[in-house]
C-alpha cells in the first residue's frame, strides 16, 4: 500500500529503493510561497545506516507493516538490552541503540512492544508511564513554600527528573517516558 510522504511518523516502516527503512524523524518545512517538502530521516534496518531524503509532499513510498510482539525486559548487560516474549518465554537480544536514549525508563519485568521485520528486531516502544525509585535527591528546605519549586532528583535507572519539595529518597514516583516529567507518587 503506497503512503503519501507527507503523513510519515516516527516509526513507521516504509520501502524505498527495493530496501526496509523506518522512519526515525520527518519533519514538514514550508519557506514562503515556496514548495513545502518533508525532510525524513531513515534508517536501513538490514544496516543500521541513517539516510537523510527530502521529498515532496505528494510523493509516494510503499509502507512496510511490522510484526509487532509484547515482550519484558528482563536485564542489559554491556551490549545488549535482554527481552523476553511473554507467549513462547523465548529471550531475545537487541542492540543498545535501538531504545537508545529511553534506557533510563527501563526496570526489570516492564512490559515492552517490539517491532519485527524479517525477523529482526526494528523498533520498540515503552509503556507511557512507568514507576521509578527515587536515589538521589536533596532534602527539602525548611520554609521553603514557594509554589511550583521543583528540585532535581535522579531515579534508579539513571533519569534526572524534577520533583517537587516533598519527593524523598526511596519514593516511588511515576514518570511520563515520552517526556521525562513527574506525574505523581506511585
Known amino acids: ?109 516492564i512490559p515492552l512492544e517490539v517491532a519485527f521485520v524479517e525477523g529482526r528486531a526494528v523498533g520498540v516502544d515503552l509503556p507511557n508511564t512507568v514507576e521509578l525509585k527515587v536515589v538521589e535527591t536533596p532534602p527539602q528546605v525548611k520554609g521553603a513554600t514557594a509554589t511550583n519549586q521543583l528540585k532535581e532528583a535522579t531515579c534508579e535507572g539513571g533519569a534526572k527528573i524534577k520533583v517537587p519539595p516533598c519527593v524523598e529518597n526511596g519514593t516511588v514516583v511515576k514518570v511520563d517516558t515520552r517526556t521525562g516529567e513527574y506525574l505523581g507518587r506511585a
Request: no cysteine; hydrophobic share 40%; net charge negative.
Open 1 to 109: 500500500m503506497a503512503i503519501k510522504a507527507n503523513d510519515l511518523r516516527r516509526g513507521m516502516g516504509v520501502r524505498y529503493e527495493g530496501v526496509v527503512m523506518t522512519v526515525w524523524s520527518s519533519e514538514l518545512v514550508a519557506k514562503g510561497n515556496k514548495r513545502s517538502y518533508m525532510q525524513v530521516e531513515m534508517r536501513n534496518v538490514l544496516t543500521g545506516q541513517l539516510i537523510d531524503r527530502r521529498f515532496n509532499v505528494d510523493d509516494r513510498l510503499e509502507e512496510v507493516f511490522f510484526e509487532r510482539k509484547p515482550m519484558e525486559y528482563l536485564y542489559s548487560d554491556g551490549n545488549h538490552h535482554i527481552v523476553m516474549d511473554t507467549a513462547s518465554y523465548e529471550q531475545v537480544e537487541l542492540p543498545l541503540d535501538l531504545i537508545g536514549s529511553q534506557a533510563v525508563f527501563l526496570t526489570p519485568n
